[in-house]
């Protein structure tokens, strides 16, 4: 068994304010489940993540930061808010800053000022979607940020945002040692597609499922509502199909749930739209979902890359949409159309009661993290716990879907697909 523990700036000689603690040694294993006798020899252990005894900061003496980058999701604000009130209330810490427009509010040369985080200030932004502190994709100076942090006299920053951002924050912390300045960098993984290796779930997933089986819903009414319908609905879900299937499950209306992790074909007995034929010959309506980033192997790879760097996904759902409305118009079948696209609509939602709780937990556990001196992590939610994952662990890679797991069992049973379209 390995323990994987973060990083400390050094030994804590503060009394904490709080009337209680998690011992240090506590670990929780990544796997919760082996057969009997037979403990995995490469099974890896977390830190139990939760306020600790001593402190390494003097809170009163203590300056945070919060910064929120790339896409939208919901819970940002939530995350903000309780990271804030945390400092503030709990342990005292007497300035907390909002680093506005992502990373680049570190560049004085790119960005705005930050702002001053007060109790009043977040009061109600978790009643909002969005993030009050704007966002942006991209990398920063490294030299020129640790610059900024150095003449606000930041001890502590947040960082929310996905492997790219918690990256960029490991960075800013080993520019910052070298420097000989104590710099605490805490990560909360934002991705609204759930796909964050060793976090079991990710604030945002709840309500982007919930969001999307009522979209779903709807294409389903539509389709219903006349002869030969198929509605289109194309879902969050770059490199995993979590939303597409969840939501899938949720419904109970889809009849096809594509998602990346299984390739499918068009043309052919076993391909799609020979599916979609059968299933109007047996009821005259249909719905299929699409994860963003299904069928990419059928538009041909781009090699245009976003700010962050992520590949281009070719629009799988536009794709989708012409070729089934080519097809049938080829085979002189009455058919009507229906696409929905609605994700923009989720990503800036509210985050609904699941994620608000998950929101709050992960933000103070990260503030009693960073105030214990620990650095180069993520707080992350696994196997019913809170932990502490080293950022080099995150960035080895996300997750999938378990194709032989109990979710997309799910997805094939209540939808009858095949397990292989092709």
Request: proline residues 6%.
């Amino acid at each position: 068994m390995t323990p994987l523990l973060p990083t400390t700036l050094g030994e804590p000689r503060n009394d904490s304010p709080l009337p209680f603690a998690v011992p240090d040694d506590l670990l929780v294993p990544a796997l919760i489940q082996w057969p009997q006798g037979r403990p995995p020899p490469d099974l890896v252990l977390f830190e139990k993540a939760g306020p600790r005894h001593k402190l390494f900061f003097e809170p009163a003496r203590t300056r945070a930061a919060i910064v929120t980058c790339g896409g939208l999701c919901p819970g940002l604000n939530n995350v903000i808010r309780s990271v804030t009130r945390e400092l503030r209330r709990s342990y005292g810490v007497s300035s907390v800053l909002g680093i506005r427009g992502g990373y680049r509010g570190l560049d004085p040369s790119r960005g705005q000022p930050p702002i001053e985080l007060t109790d009043d200030r977040v009061e109600d932004i978790h009643k909002e979607g969005g993030t009050m502190l704007g966002t942006s994709r991209g990398p920063v100076d490294m030299g020129v940020a640790v610059d900024f942090l150095l003449a606000q006299g930041i001890n502590v920053l947040f960082t929310v945002g996905g492997d790219g951002t918690q990256r960029g924050g490991h960075a800013l912390f080993e520019q910052a040692r070298a420097r000989g300045h104590a710099l605490a960098v805490v990560g909360i993984p934002k991705t609204i597609d759930n796909d964050v290796r060793h976090v079991s779930r990710t604030f945002g997933y709840g309500t982007a499922v919930a969001e999307a089986e009522r979209v779903i819903q709807s294409a389903h009414t539509e389709a219903r509502s006349v002869f030969n319908g198929i509605s289109v609905v194309k879902l969050m879900g770059r490199h995993a199909g979590f939303i597409a299937a969840a939501a899938t499950v949720a419904s109970q209306d889809v009849n096809f749930c594509l998602v990346p992790e299984v390739p499918f074909t068009l043309e052919g007995q076993g391909g799609l739209l020979a599916a979609l034929e059968r299933r109007l010959q047996h009821k005259p309506h249909a719905v299929v979902v699409v994860a963003e980033g299904a069928g990419q192997h059928l538009l041909g790879s781009g090699s245009e890359r976003d700010a962050s760097g992520n590949l281009k996904l070719q629009d799988v759902g536009l794709f989708l949409k012409d070729r089934i409305d080519a097809h049938f118009k080829a085979r002189g079948v009455e058919m009507v159309l229906r696409y929905f696209d609605p994700s923009y609509q989720i990503r800036g939602c509210a985050a609904n009661t699941e994620d608000a709780l998950l929101c709050d937990r992960m933000a103070r556990h990260a503030v009693h993290a960073a105030m214990a001196g620990k650095t180069g992590l993520v707080i992350s939610f696994l196997n019913g716990q809170f932990v502490h994952v080293p950022i080099a662990e995150i960035a080895q890679g996300g997750k999938q879907l378990d194709l032989e797991g109990e979710l997309w069992r799910a997805v094939l049973s209540c939808t009858g697909q095949s397990a292989v379209l092709g």
